[in-house]
């Protein structure tokens, strides 16, 4: 049996979901979930700015990034570098009227009442997520979020937290120089890059955030829909980052991902070097010897309630000399390639709740 919702349908789903004239939003989404939509993402942008009205605003996440960004390999951007961020964005940004930021790996695109307004500037803000950008001037403006058929696990707004509370394991330490195309014009911006390698529980915490009363469940078509007051949710998350400062960070996991995404590319030869920060649980170890990777004291879930602790992978290309890697610690790992095949050292270690070591 087959689920259409029309615009109209949608639009009052939202507004029994909690939006309201007048309303700034961020929508994080996914078309697939909302069941058969006869104008597919247009018409889910249409019933988006019918539930917010004329005086409102929607903004959708235009993401570009890519574990690849660096010093080493800076990202440039123009307005119409595609995102990554799904067929909901990719209408949006290109739609007329549209405004959008200019960032190399953090843009949005809106439209409405503010939309000027939260997306200029973003380009000479000094971190992703962080002042001066539509993440937190959307908090600025009592905005929400809104997540249709998406997970908080999308939760941009929840790198904002981190770049507030200055976290190291979250941002790259030295700047990137980024080409950016501004109003036909190619500038250059220095500006931090979020680094990869610590996994984040984003999705765990909407059960936290429904029972504060900052967030509240409905539907919209067949879609589950979040929707979150941005400022209030901010602030929670930073009062629990004063206590714990891994709160956002899922502790007993090895990001194997992030692993493999850097050895590949340098192996290949499409990066001389690159670096990663590499969270380690407490109580867990990592060695890299010859073609393995070595593990043991994780908590990773394997399948259904079965938990993966300890391990070896085998790896594509060879260590020609051991790295090993003691948990309770966030590590700046550079990989290059070296005269006996890989190789790996740590640039710089901390605990991945200490401030981060920004120059």
């Known amino acids: 049996m087959q689920f259409v919702f029309t615009k109209e349908e949608m639009a009052r789903d939202l507004g029994r979901a909690g939006l309201r004239k007048g309303d700034t939003v961020l929508v994080h989404s996914s078309l697939s ?73 953090h843009s949005v695109a809106a439209i409405g009442n503010l939309a000027r307004k939260l997306t200029e500037g973003h380009e000479d803000a000094m971190t992703p997520c962080g002042r001066g950008t539509p993440y937190l001037k959307v908090a600025e403006a009592q905005g929400k979020i809104v997540f249709l058929g998406a997970t908080l696990n999308s939760n941009t707004t929840f790198h904002s937290v981190e770049e507030l509370a200055n976290l190291y394991y979250h941002l790259q330490p030295e700047p990137t120089i980024c080409e950016l195309e501004i109003g036909g014009r190619r500038v250059k911006r220095r500006m931090f890059l979020h680094a990869y390698g610590a996994p984040r529980t984003f999705g765990e915490k909407e059960g936290e955030l429904v029972e504060s009363g ?92 079965l938990k993966l602790g300890s391990g070896t992978l085998t ?43 920004v120059t």
């Not at 920060?277 to 010897?289: D, H, W």
């Open 33 to 105: 979930s909302i069941g058969y939509v006869p104008g597919g993402a247009d018409d889910v942008i249409d019933a988006l700015l019918e539930a917010v009205g004329d005086d409102g605003t929607v903004v959708v996440p235009t993401l570009t990034g890519h574990i690849s960004d660096s010093p080493e390999n800076p990202p440039a951007f123009s307005s119409d570098k595609p995102s990554w961020t799904g067929t909901i964005p990719e209408a949006m940004r290109g739609r007329e009227g549209a405004c959008r930021s200019v960032h190399p790996t």
């Open 214 to 305: 900052v967030a509240k469940v409905g539907h919209v078509g067949r879609a589950k829909s979040i929707l979150v007051d941005a400022g209030e949710m901010i602030d929670f998350a930073l009062r629990k980052l004063k206590g714990d400062g891994l709160y956002l960070v899922e502790r007993e996991v090895i990001d194997f991902w992030c692993i493999s995404g850097c050895i590949d590319l340098v192996s290949r030869g499409k990066l001389n070097s690159m670096k990663i920060n590499l969270y380690m649980p407490r109580g867990a170890s990592v060695k890299f010897l010859g073609n393995s990777l070595s593990f043991k004291g994780v908590g990773m879930d394997f399948h259904g309630n």
């Open 315 to 357: 790896l594509p290309t060879k260590f020609g000399k051991a790295l090993r890697l003691n948990g309770g610690y966030s590590y700046w790992i550079r990989f290059r390639k070296g005269a006996r095949g890989m190789e790996a050292d740590v640039v710089d270690h901390a605990r991945p709740y200490s401030a981060a070591k």
